[in-house]
């Protein structure tokens, strides 16, 4: 299986700063697609940013954007000027034609 | 578009009873996953659905957990018996096509299960 690992089990950045969730995964896919999702108290999964394998231009979705390293296997979320909103738990996701695995996720603290 | 529908969202019961989950997907989408979520850990994939088919229940405690996709639609995930670890989050998602691994998960709300 391919295995997706969330170092962070917590962050926590002041409202307004840039913070950085880090995510590696171990695969020897080529084609494969990697996705952030939030999940705030009321527990539905929400789609942050997603990003295909072979393109070397990282993502961007407003405050939020990747840096993917394929070599490193490393897809990373950065958020900038965080906002109250943005506190949840941050999960990466692997997803080929065969996997979809997820990471342990990252509980973001935003402090006021 | 309406998204995944999900009941009940909380459930509580004793050990040794019964329960079972509801998931209406998005409409169109050939793809459908129950997930298992317990505290403080990501989701773990119980079963996937492609139409009324079940491509993948490797992970899926088959001896008291059983789940269904009739007509291709709505699914249904039962738990009998129950165990006290099995307290957890079953969250339902939904996708375009399995072939389509682009396309992103689509999720509900989750029903929160406590065992007694």
């Known amino acids: 299986a391919q295995t997706v690992t969330q170092s962070q089990p917590e962050m926590s950045v002041q409202e307004a700063e840039t913070v950085t969730l880090s995510c590696t995964y171990d695969t020897s896919e080529s084609d494969y697609y990697l996705f952030w999702y939030k999940q705030p108290p009321s527990r539905q999964m929400i789609l942050v940013i997603r990003?295909?394998?072979?393109?070397?231009q990282n993502a961007t979705e407003n405050r939020f954007s990747v840096n993917f390293q394929k070599a490193a296997k490393s897809f990373s979320l950065k958020i900038s000027d965080s906002q109250l909103g943005d506190a949840a738990m941050y999960f990466c996701?692997?997803?080929?034609?065969?996997?979809?695995?997820f990471g342990k996720g990252t509980h973001l603290i935003i402090q006021p | 578009e309406a998204g995944v529908a999900q009941s009940p969202r909380y459930k509580i019961i004793e050990k040794r009873q019964s329960v079972a989950f509801w998931c209406n997907p998005i409409s169109g989408h050939a793809t459908l996953y129950w997930y298992q979520q317990i505290l403080g850990q990501g989701p773990k994939l119980l079963i996937q659905?492609?139409?009324?088919?079940?491509?993948?229940d490797s992970q899926l405690p088959k001896d008291r957990f059983s789940a269904e996709r009739l007509k291709g639609v709505d699914s249904t995930l039962k738990i009998q018996p129950a165990k006290l670890e099995d307290s957890a989050v079953y969250l339902c998602?939904?996708?375009?096509?399995?072939?389509?691994?682009?396309?992103?998960?689509?999720f509900g709300n989750g029903t929160r299960l406590t065992v007694t």
């Open positions: 996701a692997y997803r080929s034609a065969h996997w979809i695995n």
């Open positions: 659905f492609q139409n009324n088919g079940v491509v993948d």
């Open positions: 990003q295909e394998a072979y393109k070397q």
């Open positions: 998602a939904s996708s375009l096509n399995r072939g389509s691994y682009n396309s992103p998960l689509h």
